[in-house]
């Protein structure tokens, strides 16, 4: 996440939203993608949704280890009288089902400023499956970069994550259980057929969750890592934090933005004026001592 509660003031948090050294390549593209190109409210709330779907999936993952200690109650409820309403099974199926559409929901948004990006170019359709099918067999312009047709080419685990949102969104929905060898979550979905198999069986559902986090992680960092490459390197407007109630900001370049001392102030305009709270940084801060600087120059 960007926002980071650096301190308390009385009653008030000091967040921080220019956060350098936290950022990823999808956040600093967030940050400073408006120096290129003018994004409509479509293409802003699906750069949005990039992160905000795979924070979303970490979120319910956390949701779901909370839950998968009471797949025992299932268990004990089926040996003691030969079956069972599987109802905390149902309950975790539900928020892992959820966590495999977040994901797919986050690499969709990001196939989405590619295809926006790169929009002019051969082979670039309007479509998630039909982008990485056309990466596969080799249909994508060689105009376009080659570590982004290199990133869709070898996505391997694509096509596994969108059988999984697929049966979920628009079949039926899977189950969870507790195997009683292995002491493993295990997911089952006969909605979905793996290796000629009429049901798909997940042995280790949040080993599966884990190998789709990492392998959506990597993909979108080198997807974003390469469009942070075409971004002009000009001065962007960035909102520092939230201080005492009030916002702070400053201007800064991309190639500028290293850590909280970047760029240079711009709220030192108003909150050096009488009756104004000064920012909680200004002694600390190198964007405040180069404004400054600047300024009594």
Known sequence: MSNKVLSLSGNQARVVS???????????FSHFYSTTYRFDERLIGALRGVGGHFHKAVILEELAQSIAPDLKKDREELEANGYSGNKNGARLAAVIETIFSELYSSVDCARQIVG????????????????????????????????????????????????????VTHSDVGSCYLDAGSGKTCYMNSAVKE???????IEDAFERIETFKREVNSFEGMIFGVLN??????????????????????FVRLSDAVDFDSGRCDALRWFEKEGNPRCPFADNCGAYQRAKAVQLA
């Open 18 to 28: 220019f956060y350098p050294r936290g950022w990823g390549e999808v956040d600093r």
């Open 195 to 201: 290796d000629g198999n009429k049901c798909l069986i």
């Open 229 to 250: 490459q075409t971004l002009k390197d000009e001065e962007v407007f960035q909102v520092c934090g939230f201080f005492g109630g009030r916002a702070y900001s400053r």
């Open 116 to 167: 926006e990006v790169y929009r002019r170019y051969q082979g670039v359709p309007d479509s998630t499956r039909k982008f990485f099918q056309n990466a596969a067999s080799g249909k994508l312009d060689p105009k376009l970069p080659e570590p982004i047709r290199h990133a869709f080419a070898t996505a391997n685990w694509y096509h596994a994550l969108r059988k999984l949102r697929d049966a």
